[in-house]
């Protein structure tokens, strides 16, 4: 058993039933919620497998009822002598007491299949575990060496087991990988861990165990010193470690109550890490006492979930071999228990490479993450006979005709006729019918297109402002309908106000009273319904108890969602401006919400770290999208309704699969929260902007970061890609819009397989060349953007004198 030819044996048993598939959330930190189960085989041993065992990542969504999930590490005293594989029977005392103590524990613990599969590994024989064959055979003195060991391991565990949560249910059996070649921590005999999510006293304790909090300055300056003297190829890559193991050496002396070490280490080594890291450590400074970290949510995240760092296989064995020799056992510990090393075959990464993809909270996603499959494609649209209309055109020219807008149809946002190879199947998830009303609307939304502009470098939009003045109550969200005809305001004083932009003004229903009277066979009988006394430009809807973050219409105009720091989101019916239903989920601020685009579904994310979809008829939401470590603060369907996108505080963008529930994509590189999200109109395509003042451009179907435009000087609040994606436009804080050329951007793509598989990404730096126009507002950030049927654009922000 390779186990036992090392010094560390570890052993991960996870033991869950299988039951229907449930709506409930994978959970956040646990692995969950990435699509993938079983034993994360990436992490620090040799043969690039196994890290720490106890890392078993739970399928998102895979449901069932768990059943309590133990792992068991113990590691053998330092002077535990090694044995050759081959012959188990010579192994040292020591070996043989823990490896006697885990099979009985096992066997206590009922885990018949972990028991066998250890002991096959073990190549040991029935006889020689405790009970197993005739009372005389077993070796006494082993045995009883072994449960002097089991109770000691036993001592070390922190309270019974406690059951998962609900939906954070793994598919992995018993599995035991070879463990990592490393010097095992001085004195540390054995600890039992119960994977619980996220009990505090038990995800600190393990910062317990100790080393000598004098050395822990000498341990990271031999670490530093030998990463800044290695190969520059290396030296990049191994860099990636200081940040994390800067922030778990400084928590474990805070823990053990090194008040003062803690603080000196502090002060030498926080001027190393990156500039994107700032704002964490202003938050870690604050962390001086062990009573300050109970409480402390970022903490807890940076505790509970591994941080993953992408490394070549040469680095690792170099910093593998490093810390053997120099028995760095203290740093070596971090690396297992607190690090997911993610490691690839072939060239390091540079260090503009390692840049591009680092700065989340947890490091940079793993290559797991994003290799599920993803239909980016658009689904058939509907055949629609579009009746020539002889006054409408008024003879303007010839593109009146059928004949004409057959063609152009095809160009609309880059729907076509034809299946799309990546499309999902059209049923995969049950959409609305189209409404008669909704048939006549895209009747009218194709005469529109042939009057569109063909947007490009030569050809750029106007833009057309609306400049919200003595918005006193404070501006705080804005959507426009699809045809441009209704704008909405959220503010702080709670209230939403709807305004018409055409010379059409808004009017109520008429009461129950006046509807009785009206003759319903007639052609006009919507105008008749309308109530003309109340015929007005703004309407104002009361209701929410705290401002109003969110606010998205429905694809058809008759609704409109707001999602308030009330925690709730409410529908507004825009017939009678009153509210409907009020959805009732979150528990703390929602801070953004947005209709499908087929109506029906919407998706709302908030303070609590996740995402929900809902169904406007659904008091309960259809799924909750856990996995995010920090706010969910803006979310977006993607044009196919198929899945949905959400950007978080923790500096990280996930597509979720409406399906599922499952994350099928992280995409990390962002050095701030997260603020904006747009899909291109045919799908393939996310950008996502932040409060770093960058935009950066993803290719869905690869995982893959593929485009950086850089010229913002601000948090970027708003994105949105013109009708046919020629131009993608972008509004800041710092009270400009920009146009960039996204046909350039996004065209001769490197999505080589290679570069998928290892994340070697080259990002020309294009900005400018991309860069088409930055206009400038007197003093109004830009809150929202949007492109009309006509590719012009509507841009809306508060004035806000300096």
Not at 69 to 92: L, Q, R, W, Y
Not at 110 to 138: F, H, I, K, T, Y
Not at 304 to 320: A, E, G, H, M, P
Not at 555 to 582: A, H, I, K
Request: glycine share 10%; with cysteine; hydrophobic share 35%.
């Amino acid at each position: 058993m390779a186990a036992l030819a090392e010094e560390q044996t570890e052993v991960a048993v996870k033991l869950e039933s299988e039951g229907p598939q449930t709506l409930l959330p994978p959970q956040a930190g646990d692995g969950a919620g990435e699509g993938g189960g079983g034993t994360p085989n990436n992490g620090p041993n040799g043969g690039g497998g196994g890290g720490n065992a106890a890392a078993a990542s739970s399928a998102g969504g895979d449901g069932g009822t768990p059943k309590p999930s133990v792992t068991v590490s113990v590691v053998a005293p330092a002077g535990a002598a090694p044995a050759p594989a081959a012959a188990p029977e010579a192994a040292s005392p020591q070996d043989r007491q823990t490896l006697l103590a885990v099979l009985q524990f096992l066997r206590q613990s009922n885990l018949r299949e972990a028991e066998e599969a250890l002991r096959r590994e073990a190549r040991l024989l029935e006889e020689a575990v405790a009970g197993s064959g005739a009372p005389g055979e077993a070796d006494g003195a082993s045995v009883e060496a072994a449960s002097a060991l089991l109770s000691r391991v036993t001592a070390a565990a922190p309270g019974p087991p406690a059951p998962d949560p609900p939906g954070a249910g793994a598919m992995g059996a018993a599995a035991v990988p070879g463990s990592a070649t490393g010097p095992p921590a001085p004195g540390k005999v054995g600890s039992v861990a119960v994977e619980d999510q996220p009990d505090v006293s038990a995800v600190l304790s393990a910062y317990n165990q100790q080393g000598d909090p004098t050395m822990y300055e000498e341990y990271y300056s031999g670490l530093k010193h030998f990463i800044e003297c290695s190969l520059d190829c290396h030296r990049a890559e191994l860099s990636q470690l200081f940040y994390p193991l800067f922030v778990h050496m400084y928590l474990e002396l805070v823990y053990n109550q090194h008040e003062h070490e803690a603080k000196s280490f502090f002060e030498k080594f926080h001027g190393d890490q990156e500039c994107y890291y700032q704002d964490d450590l202003r938050i870690l400074s604050s962390l001086t006492k062990k009573e300050h970290m109970k409480g402390n949510e970022t903490m807890l995240d940076f505790r509970t979930s591994k941080f993953v760092l992408r490394i070549s296989r040469d680095s690792y064995q170099l910093l593998k071999r490093h810390l053997q020799e120099k028995q760095n056992n203290q740093i070596w510990n971090i690396v297992q228990e607190h690090l997911y090393i993610d490691i690839f075959d072939g060239m390091p990464r540079s260090k503009q490479q390692i840049d591009a993809m680092v700065g989340s909270l947890a490091g940079e996603a793993k290559r797991e993450a994003n290799k599920s499959k993803v239909f980016f494609g658009l689904l058939k649209e509907p055949e629609i006979e579009v009746p020539l209309d002889d006054e409408d055109e008024e003879g303007e020219n010839e593109e009146g005709k059928p004949k004409k807008k057959k063609p152009k149809k095809d160009s609309i946002g880059s729907k076509s006729k034809k299946q799309d190879p990546n499309a999902p199947p059209q049923n995969r998830i049950p959409l609305p019918e189209l409404k008669d009303s909704d048939k006549l609307d895209k009747i009218m939304n194709m005469k529109e297109t042939t009057k569109r502009v063909r947007l490009g470098p030569d050809c750029l939009p106007s833009i057309c402002f609306y400049t919200f003045l003595n918005a006193y109550q404070g501006l705080t969200a804005v959507d426009v309908t699809d045809d441009s005809s209704l704008i909405a305001g959220g503010f702080a004083d709670s209230t939403v106000r709807v305004w018409s932009v055409t010379p059409k003004k808004l009017r109520s229903v008429k009461q129950a009273a006046d509807l009785s009277l009206i003759d319903k066979e007639s052609d006009d009988v919507l105008e008749r319904i309308m109530d003309e006394k109340t015929a007005s430009e703004l309407k104002i809807l009361y209701g929410h108890s705290g401002p109003v973050y969110g606010a998205s219409f429905s694809p058809d105009r008759n609704y409109l969602l707001s999602s308030s720091e009330d925690g709730t989101v409410r529908l507004w019916s825009l017939q009678t401006f009153t509210c409907l239903v009020g959805y009732k989920g979150h528990n703390y601020p929602v801070w953004d919400t947005q209709f499908s685009p087929y109506g029906y579904y919407f998706v709302s994310g908030g303070h609590d770290r996740v995402a929900r979809l809902w169904a406007t008829d659904h008091y309960q939401p259809l799924r909750i999208f856990a996995g995010h470590l920090a706010d969910v603060n803006c979310t977006r369907f993607h044009p196919n309704s198929n899945y949905v996108a959400t950007g978080s505080a923790d500096r990280t963008v996930r597509l979720w699969d409406v399906l599922n529930g499952n994350c099928v994509r992280i995409f990390t590189g962002h050095k701030g929260p997260i603020h904006s999200l747009t899909f291109s109109p045919n799908g393939r395509f996310l950008a996502t902007g932040a409060t770093d003042g960058r935009v950066l451009l993803w290719d869905i179907g690869h995982g893959l970061m593929v485009g950086e435009l850089k010229g913002h000087t601000d948090t970027v609040c708003s994105l949105r890609f013109s009708r046919d994606g020629e131009i993608l436009a972008s509004g800041s804080m710092d009270n400009t819009v920009r146009l960039w050329d996204a046909v350039k951007a996004f065209e001769d793509l490197e999505t080589d397989d290679f570069t998928t598989a290892t994340g070697h990404i080259n990002l020309p730096e294009n900005s400018q060349e991309l860069l088409l126009g930055t206009y400038m507002t007197k003093s109004t950030p830009v809150v929202h953007l949007h492109f009309t049927r006509r590719n012009l654009v509507l841009a809306a922000g508060a004035y806000s004198p300096q």
